[in-house]
């Protein structure tokens, strides 16, 4: 291999690095006591009779958020909180078995010859507005959704 190569390849991964270190670095994890009153309210409701694993403070589209990652009667659980208290989403994780029909029909025919590994219900304002399910390839794993009628969506959730 020459220079030039050698060169481009270093580049490559110094590029891809940094962006990794720059696209996690507003999220970083804090603890309860760290939460502004109003989200410590919501996060201690939502995780009642919970196990809180975590708090994370982030910055989406410019405003502060606040997630709470805990496990629930026996699934995980992250909650997402704004920096008012008000609760944004709610993703839980669900059976396969356990969804309405088209949505596991939606949620398989958009998985191909993936298998799925990993299914979570999104909530927002009181509502479930998608199923999303981690899909496990030859290639690595990645991420489909639906809506509740088990369509495809128009934008991801």
């Known amino acids: ?15 891809v690095c940094g962006t990794c270190t720059v696209a996690s670095a507003a999220e970083r994890r804090i603890t ?6 109003a989200v410590r309210k919501t996060a201690d409701v939502q995780s009642k009779g919970a ?10 589209n410019g405003q502060r958020e606040y997630e709470v990652e805990m496990n629930s009667n026996g699934h995980s659980k992250d909650v997402t909180i704004g920096s008012d ?41 009181g509502r479930i507005v998608a199923y999303e399910a981690q899909v496990r390839t030859a ?17 991801e959730q």
């Not at 290639?139 to 934008?155: F, K, M, N, T």
């Open 1 to 15: 291999m020459s220079i030039k190569h050698h060169l481009a390849l270093a580049c490559a991964v110094v590029f």
């Open 32 to 37: 309860r006591s760290q939460l502004p009153e």
């Open 51 to 60: 196990t809180v694993r975590d708090y994370t403070m982030d910055i989406e």
């Open 85 to 125: 208290g008000h609760l944004i989403e709610i993703e839980e994780a669900v059976a396969l078995d356990s969804l309405p029909l088209q949505v596991a029909a939606g949620l398989r025919g958009r998985a191909g010859r993936g298998k799925i590994a990993k299914v979570e219900s999104i909530t927002k304002e």
């Open 139 to 155: 290639g690595g794993y990645s991420e489909i959704q639906v809506g509740p009628d088990g369509q495809p969506l128009a934008r």
